[in-house]
Antibody
Framework: EVQLVESGGGLVKPGGSLRLSCAAS????????MIWVRQAPGKGLEWVSS????????YYADSVKGRFTISRDDANNSLYLQMNSLRAEDTAVYYC???????????WGQGTLVTVSS | DIQMTQSPSTLSASVGDRVTITCGAS??????LAWYQQKPGKAPKLLIY???LLESGVPSRFSGSGSGTEFTLTISSLQPDDFATYYC?????????FGQGTKVEIK
């Protein structure tokens, strides 16, 4: 069974940093593009960043470019999101998801809440 | 960036109704469109991919159609479990843009 489990969320002050993790199991993690999606309270879904297999291609939304860094550790089946210079508007539930080639996001984690507030 | 626009934003319907949600893209995305269902406090769930292909395990009352810039999600006979928010998403480009969502409420 495919499982994605996020961790690392919490309360952080504006300008602070946080590192999110996503532990994957039940599939060959190294073969898949992975993605972070966030959802602000009461709002819709927003793509944040994606990383291809072998980390060959990395992309960021304009809203986080230069502040967030996505990475992966295929040996430990883990995906990461390093978030620096956090702003109030980064407050959201952050989901990691698996990209099924040509078929959308077929597996999602349960999400981890990041709250940026003084 | 490609913009995705869904309509309506909210839809009130009864059990058994046929429901249609539309999604428009600001430029052609061929058939690279997915639909997701999200319930409160839960992660989204993939329903349809490549505009019209049903994800494994999804009931056949869900269907998708369209290509280019206009797409629809149809629920042929609304069931109690279907009251949720639905999102379209393009994956023609790397930016994976979502529509703003359509909330299906009980009438």
């Amino acid at each position: 069974e495919v499982q994605l489990v996020e961790s690392g969320g919490g309360l952080v002050k504006p300008g602070g940093s946080l590192r999110l993790s996503c532990a994957a199991s039940g599939f060959t993690f190294s073969s898949y593009t992975m993605i972070w999606v966030r959802q602000a309270p009461g709002k819709g879904l927003e793509w944040v960043s994606s990383i291809s297999s072998s980390s060959s291609y990395i992309y960021y939304a304009d809203s986080v470019k230069g502040r967030f860094t996505i990475s992966r550790d295929d040996a430990n089946n883990s995906l990461y999101l390093q978030m620096n210079s956090l702003r109030a508007e980064d407050t959201a539930v952050y989901y990691c998801a698996r990209v099924q080639d040509l078929a959308g996001l077929d597996s999602w984690g349960q999400g981890t809440l990041v709250t940026v507030s003084s | 960036d490609i913009q995705m626009t869904q309509s309506p934003s909210t839809l009130s319907a009864s059990v058994g109704d046929r429901v249609t949600i539309t999604c428009g893209a600001s430029q052609s995305i061929s058939s690279w469109l997915a639909w997701y269902q999200q319930k409160p406090g839960k992660a989204p769930k993939l329903l349809i991919y490549k505009a019209s292909l049903l994800e494994s395990g999804v009931p056949s009352r869900f269907s998708g159609s369209g290509s280019g810039t206009e797409f629809t999600l149809t629920i042929s006979s609304l069931q109690p479990d279907d009251f949720a928010t639905y999102y379209c998403q393009q994956y023609y480009t790397y930016s994976w843009t979502f529509g703003q969502g359509t909330k299906v409420e009980i009438k």
